[in-house]
């Protein structure tokens, strides 16, 4: 550990979404996965609407006059304050925006994306003021968009979770479940095969040129 202690295990289970690599590198291991920018941000409301923000989607076509890839979302008003926490499903292909270890990332908002969002809302949402904060966060994304659920061929005393893809939180108490199943070997409850860390397109360089998806849901 970073604070020097060492701890001995029997099973290890890894579960350090875009910093995998960095830890299985101590493992002689790679997986191929890309670290996607997403922006997203919080915007303050006329205190007199602030009831009236629901929970929202816009997954509008893709223009590429726009270059925002169309898909905004936003969440109702919480707490005291007068702001909503609205972002965008939109990470750009280029190399600045995905990448491939924690050390590369930037976690300094892109302000040609920030004013993406600050004119997406302009346009589409009455009584939104100003921008209060912006913030840049890893998704993990596989070329298939499926997550990683396994334990390693080589140390199978080592399981891990990865490849959330922008998609993974809503499934966590399940995932939980399938991953402690795997760790304890005991049968999966659900057929988690299409997880596996030796599938094909989770292998480290065999397809450098190859496009990966894009868009969560
Ligand atoms: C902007 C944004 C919006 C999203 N929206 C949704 C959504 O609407 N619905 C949805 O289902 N999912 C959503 N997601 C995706 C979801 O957040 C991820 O899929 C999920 O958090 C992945 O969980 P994880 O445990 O694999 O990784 P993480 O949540 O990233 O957790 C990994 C943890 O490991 C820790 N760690 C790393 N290295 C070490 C180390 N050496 N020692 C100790 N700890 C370490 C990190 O600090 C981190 O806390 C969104 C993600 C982003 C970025």
């Given at each position: 550990c970073s604070n020097g202690k060492l701890f001995k295990a029997k099973k290890l289970v890894l579960a350090a979404g875009a910093w995998t690599n960095d830890l299985l590198t101590h493992l002689d291991q790679q997986l191929d996965l890309e670290i996607w920018a997403m922006h997203w941000g919080h915007y303050r409301v006329d205190p007199k609407l602030?009831?009236?923000?629901?929970?929202w989607f816009c997954f509008r076509k893709e223009d590429e006059r726009r270059w925002d890839g169309g898909l905004y979302y936003g969440f109702p008003a919480e707490g005291k304050d007068d702001m909503i926490k609205v972002g965008i499903d939109f990470c750009p292909e280029d190399p600045e925006f995905r990448m491939r270890r924690m050390a590369d990332y930037t976690y300094t908002p892109n302000e040609r994306i920030v004013s993406l969002i600050d004119e997406f809302m302009r346009e589409n949402w009455e009584g939104v003021g100003e921008r209060v904060d912006m913030y840049s966060s890893p998704y993990t994304v596989t070329r298939d968009q499926y997550f990683v659920l396994d334990q390693l061929r080589?140390?199978?005393e080592v399981s891990l979770f990865t490849?959330?893809?922008?998609?993974?939180f809503k499934f966590t108490p399940l995932l939980g479940k399938l991953l402690a199943e795997k760790t304890l070997g005991l049968a999966p409850?659900?057929?988690?095969?299409?997880?596996?860390?030796?599938?094909?397109?989770?292998?480290?360089?065999?397809?450098?040129?190859y496009r990966y998806g894009s868009g969560a849901v």
């Open positions: 602030r009831q009236e923000y629901p929970q080589e140390q199978p490849g959330g893809c922008g998609r993974a409850s659900y057929d988690v095969s299409p997880f596996s860390a030796e599938r094909d397109c989770v292998q480290f360089d065999k397809h450098a040129s």
